[in-house]
């Protein structure tokens, strides 16, 4: 755990030092970006490249992954 926290500060602080910490607003924002670039593009390449590879493990990771990501992303329609 001790380890663990220590991480953390070291990559907030790699953050600050990028100007990747922004406010709360912006923080949101963009984390739901994220989440809908990788439902919307990410996920859905990773499933048809997969798919040409006759990777059917891969291809059901991926759309579970996929799922989850389009719940996430919804999230931010919640009250």
Known sequence: RAAAEAETVHALNHLRVLKEVK?????????ISGETFEFTTMYPEYVKTAEQEKRSDAVSSFNDANEVEQIHAALQESP
């Not at 406010?23 to 984390?31: F, G, I, K, Q």
């Open 23 to 31: 406010t709360t607003v912006e923080n949101l924002e963009a984390a």
